[in-house]
T-cell receptor, first 114, second 111 residues
Framework: GAVVSQHPSRVICKSGTSVKIECRSL??????MFWYRQFPKQSLMLMAT?????????EQGVEKDKFLINHASLTLSTLTVTSAHPEDSSFYIC??????????FGQGTRLTVV | GEDVEQSLFLSVREGDSSVINCTYT??????LYWYKQEPGAGLQLLTY?????DMKQDQRLTVLLNKKDKHLSLRIADTQTGDSAIYFC???????????FGTGTRLKVLA
């Protein structure tokens, strides 16, 4: 199957700083990428959908100025958590889709804000 | 609205069969998936089924779909300790990329 790689897998940052998470499709061109957030022992919550070269579409309740998403190429999307606070600590997972097919998931990034 | 529900926990003995259940509400769902998530890891696609199918078998995994009742199940035969994980069902409607995930079922396999 297709491979989606996320980096970093774990990150600890100080409160008030910004953190960038990368999501790469390694062996296919991803026209659409998705960012999810997973709270402990809970399901995945879709945060936003991004299409290459256009602005991301955010789900209701997700602050677009807080979670900046860039999808500049067909193989890379980034999620930047700006001015992170402890309540932003979570597991973030990306997925990538090539056209109207299934999406492939990255291994996730555990963000801890101290 | 769209909603996908699963029981939270399941505990089985090694060698027994596990059955994880899922109910969904979106009748336009075309694809239904089962994912496995091990601690601290991302999601691994186990199997999926099209809505026009009733059953799909893949080695130890059997997926049953009751479209009338909007009920999906995953049966794992000969469950092993390595199967201990969280299992998510997910639905997706044709023509969309949006996945709706269930709440996840934590499977614990006792040796």
């Amino acid at each position: 199957g297709a491979v989606v790689s996320q980096h970093p897998s774990r990150v600890i940052c100080k409160s008030g700083t910004s953190v960038k998470i990368e999501c790469r499709s390694l062996d296919f061109q991803a026209t659409t990428m998705f960012w999810y957030r997973q709270f402990p022992k809970q399901s995945l919550m879709l945060m936003a959908t991004s299409n290459e070269g256009s602005k991301a579409t955010y789900e209701q309740g997700v602050e677009k100025d807080k979670f900046l998403i860039n999808h500049a190429s067909l193989t890379l999307s980034t999620l930047t958590v700006t001015s992170a606070h402890p309540e932003d600590s979570s597991f973030y997972i990306c997925s990538a889709s090539q056209g109207a097919t299934e999406a492939f998931f990255g291994q996730g990034t555990r963000l801890t804000v101290v | 609205g769209e909603d996908v529900e699963q029981s939270l926990f399941l505990s089985v003995r090694e060698g027994d069969s596990s059955v994880i259940n899922c109910t969904y509400t979106d009748s336009s769902s075309t694809y239904l998936y089962w994912y496995k998530q091990e601690p601290g890891a991302g999601l691994q696609l186990l199997t999926y089924i099209f809505s026009n199918m009733d059953m799909k078998q893949d080695q130890r995994l059997t997926v049953l779909l009751n479209k009338k009742d909007k009920h999906l199940s995953l049966r794992i035969a000969d469950t092993q300790t390595g199967d201990s994980a969280i299992y998510f069902c997910a639905e997706r409607a044709s023509g969309t990329y949006k996945y709706i995930f269930g709440t996840g079922t934590r499977l614990k396999v006792l040796a």
